[in-house]
């Protein structure tokens, strides 16, 4: 069976990417963006950032930004109401996942209105059309966003999350501009740094792995080891880091799934309002050591990416045991918190584990599991 691989046709990295949007608008030819943008990021000033190149381009825009930080259905149905009033012809999405999650299914819908109820793009939905063309600016080191086929909607009425994969939905382009992650606090820092190892990871030990992600994987796992305490601390070279890092991460897992720890977080973000690298990092280290004897030898090469050394004198029991042991180090380092005992509730943990289950990103996870043995992984960090 062949491999595929979908990326962005064109990407800029590095301080001051943004300011290439307006030369990429004037040459595709559009005539006037829908901006998304969540509340916060307009009160701070990040989205003006865009909106000051755009301005002084004299390029037309209109700005929409009732997106929630886990975005709704109801999110994604005023967007696409707000958009066919606008006499937009494409989108600017900038911020983190919600941004972005909320643009690709606002521009699934404009193009292909039969899934105008939002919940039938859940899974891989097949869609005819590509959506109304994206240019991504994330403002997070950690979603990737920007390069996937994915995105993830919360159904309020239902109390879940639901993963949608569409190669149509990518953005046409992506603006990886460190700069714009700048003014990050250091706790969104660190949970959306962890978001973006753990989507290293996943991918790397996934079900569909090969050659070509696993060395996207690898390199980000190295990258974000090394850059992801930096950021937290707002330096330069860290955030330079993490914006490349999650990006790379993105490259990768986008084309080959990922597994239980995304399966278990997306229903804290449902149920709780978690925020999901927060879940993510919690949950990475205590799902590595259920997966690890699904995963050969591939430890040993996280490990060693996330600068462990001596790794080729190890015994399996070891370098598995370094692996996990280097990323809850990280995890602690920039304040994650270790359990799940100021979220989880016991009761609820029969709905979370049948949710987890039927998530999307369940099948690709490398080892086999059951509604019952990740009950007992909440179980275990509550």
């Not at 190669?167 to 973006?196: C, E, N, Q, R």
């Amino acid at each position: 069976m062949a491999n595929r691989i979908v990326l962005n046709e064109t990407s800029y990295h590095g301080k001051g990417a943004i300011a290439a949007i307006a030369d990429e608008v004037k040459g595709r030819g559009f005539a006037k963006a829908f901006v998304c943008s969540d509340p916060d990021l307009l009160k701070f000033g990040v989205t003006q950032k865009v909106t000051n190149v755009l301005d002084q381009a004299g390029l037309a825009y209109e700005i929409y930004s009732d997106i929630k930080a886990n975005p709704t259905i109801q999110n994604v149905q005023s967007g696409v109401a707000a958009y066919q009033n606008s006499g937009a012809d494409y989108i600017i999405a900038i911020g983190g996942g919600s941004s972005m999650d909320t643009a690709k299914a606002i521009g699934i819908i404009i193009n292909n209105p039969e899934f105008a109820d939002v919940r039938s793009l859940e899974g891989t939905a097949p869609t005819k059309k590509p959506c109304v063309p994206i240019l991504a600016v994330p403002t997070t080191a950690g979603t990737a966003a920007e390069v996937t086929i994915n995105y993830v909607i919360t159904d309020v009425e239902k109390n879940r999350k639901f993963v949608c994969v569409d190669t149509h939905d990518i953005p046409v382009v992506a603006f990886v501009d460190p700069d714009m992650m700048s003014s990050m606090p250091k706790g969104l820092t660190a949970a959306t740094g962890m978001d973006a190892l753990t989507h290293a990871i996943e991918g790397y030990i996934t079900k569909g792995a090969w050659a070509m992600t696993d060395m996207f994987h690898l390199k980000a796992i190295e990258i974000i080891s090394q850059n992801l305490r930096g950021a937290v601390e707002n330096t330069p070279e860290g955030r330079e880091g993490m914006a490349l890092g999650q990006y790379i991460a993105g490259m990768g897992f986008s084309n080959v799934g990922l597994g239980i720890v995304h399966s278990m977080a997306h229903p804290l973000g449902a149920v709780y309002d978690t925020p999901h690298g927060v879940a993510n990092a919690i949950l990475l280290p205590t799902v590595m050591e259920y997966n690890a004897p699904a995963t050969g030898e591939k430890y040993r090469d996280i490990a060693k990416a996330m600068g462990v050394e001596s790794t080729e004198t190890m015994t399996q029991e070891e370098y598995r045991k370094a692996a996990v042991d280097a990323v809850r180090q990280l995890s602690q380092d920039v304040g994650i918190p270790a359990d799940l005992k100021e979220i989880v509730k016991e009761e609820d943990i029969p709905f979370l584990a049948q949710s987890a289950y039927d998530d999307a990103c369940r099948p690709g996870n490398p080892r086999d599991t059951s509604v019952e043995e990740i009950a007992q992984l909440y179980r275990s960090l509550i």
